[in-house]
């Protein structure tokens, strides 16, 4: 008996894996002592710590549609979960391996260094029936071999069910109407931007060659633009998917402009298969509403140092100030005006701005900001710098003047004031573009301050 005992104990410290997990179409055993963290489009396996600081990270995709070639479907995964994220240029050449229940298998390996941190990322694809399952190993331990190559030979892959009747057709389609309602459009492209007009759209292509807007004809709208939302957004990006490998970019931007107009915006990551190569980019589509009728505006970027980055450029906020359309009779009522009053604050660790405006016309404003310098082994020395103002502000359109009461000084802003959903949830904001001294357009976005 107390031979069998440690025979058993031996088994089980050298396999030293539980039950199988399932997840997906996927079902593996997890590493003795590793956390497993599962999400809804993903399972995040870490090894557990050890005195060395090594890491060993297994990372389990949800499935996805295939491309109905093995080779592509790792290639568009290596581009989405290596390239993009650990900025690693090269795609290596796929190394086949043994299948899998049915499933064709792709492997690369690739070396990378992210802020000082090295690593080797090793990606394996799984593709049949139409779809395509990643596995991403990112680690800088090699005695981790020989604990992976268990998890892999305990992986099984099931094959996916088939339908018994195709899905039936969305009924809420929008149709585009024909041409014809282009020149109710009225904007001012950005800076360098191009402009050409067809029959069929209006094109405006930044100068970075990465960014490209186009103003589409109208549609016959339901009234409610998050309902027409989706049916829109995919007829401009016929033949795109939301790209699986870039799940969390969705944002979506609603307001009302100046004028009365109501708009939605809704960007998210998407890719594309042409002639077996993954097209990866960011889109997004713009409805606003005018009687029974939607505008459609649409737009895609490259990467986050495209010029419609928000984040980093105005060229968008440039062309929103300047869009209004021929044909809409306003409300007479400055939604801008009613919304404005009240505390907004932006803001980190190192500083903080805020703008308190009354509805009386006064304003205030604060600033805060602090830098940190080492003055020794074990000492920071941190200064913080504050700044303080008041003064009147008036707002026209979506002109905003503040009038500073000590020097008299006037700061022209153009506003935006919507609310966004990023991250799982809304927030309220401010966007006031303005420019440099040399004459460089940024915008300062606050958040409203809830008391």
């Not at 600081?53 to 080779?71: N, R």
């Not at 997004?284 to 029974?292: H, I, K, P, T, Y």
Request: proline content about 5%.
């Amino acid at each position: 008996m107390k031979k069998i005992f440690l025979l058993l104990l031996l088994a089980a410290t050298i396999t030293g894996f539980a039950q199988k997990t399932v997840f997906d179409i996927a079902s593996f055993k997890i590493p003795g002592g590793w956390k497993k963290e599962q999400k809804t489009d993903l399972v995040i396996l870490n090894a557990p710590e050890n005195k060395s600081h090594t890491f060993c990270i297994i990372t389990v995709y949800k499935s996805i549609g295939g491309t109905g070639e093995a080779l592509a479907d790792f290639q568009a995964a290596w581009k989405g979960l290596v390239a993009d994220r650990l900025s690693v240029t090269e795609t290596p050449a796929a190394e086949k391996g043994d299948p899998v229940n049915g499933w064709s298998t792709n492997t690369g390996t690739a070396a990378f260094s992210i802020q000082g941190t090295n690593g080797v990322a090793v990606l394996t694809t799984f593709s049949g029936y139409n779809k395509a399952m990643s596995i991403l190993v990112i680690t800088n331990d090699p005695a981790s071999q020989q604990t992976l190559d268990h998890f892999f030979s305990s992986i099984d892959l099931k094959k996916p069910a088939v339908p018994k009747t195709a899905p039936a057709p969305a009924s809420n389609t929008v149709a585009i109407v024909t041409p014809g309602s282009l020149s109710d459009y009225i904007f001012t492209a950005p800076p360098g931007w191009a402009t050409a007009k067809s029959a069929s759209e209006i094109t405006l292509s930044g100068p970075d060659k990465q960014s490209t807007l186009s103003l589409l004809p109208m549609a016959a709208g339901s009234g409610n633009l998050e309902t027409d939302m989706p049916s829109i957004f995919w007829q401009v990006f016929d033949g795109f998917e939301k790209d699986p490998y870039n799940p969390d970019h969705h944002i979506i931007t609603k307001g009302v402009s100046p004028q009365g107009w109501n708009y939605r915006k809704e960007e998210m990551g998407i890719r594309k298969m042409v002639n077996g190569n993954s097209i990866q980019v960011y889109g997004f589509v713009m409805l606003v509403q005018l009687g029974n009728e939607v505008a459609i505006i649409a737009g895609s970027f490259a990467n986050s140092g495209s010029l419609l980055w928000e984040t980093t450029n105005a060229d968008w906020q440039l062309f929103f100030h300047s869009l209004s359309f021929k044909n809409y009779k306003g409300t007479g009522v400055n939604p801008l005006q009613q919304s404005l009053p009240g505390k907004w604050f932006t803001g980190s660790y190192s500083g903080i701005l805020t703008y308190t405006f009354a509805a009386n016309g006064h304003y205030a404003s604060g600033a805060a900001f602090s830098t940190t310098r080492e003055v020794s082994a074990y000492q920071l020395l941190e200064k913080t710098t504050s700044f303080v103002g008041d003064g009147t502000y008036t707002l026209k359109g979506n002109i905003l003047t503040l009038t500073n009461a000590g020097t008299k000084k006037t700061v022209v802003s153009q506003l935006r004031i919507y609310d966004q959903f990023q991250y799982g949830g809304w927030t309220h904001h401010i966007g006031m573009l303005s420019k440099t001294a040399e004459g460089k357009p940024y915008e300062v976005t606050l958040v409203i301050q809830k008391d």
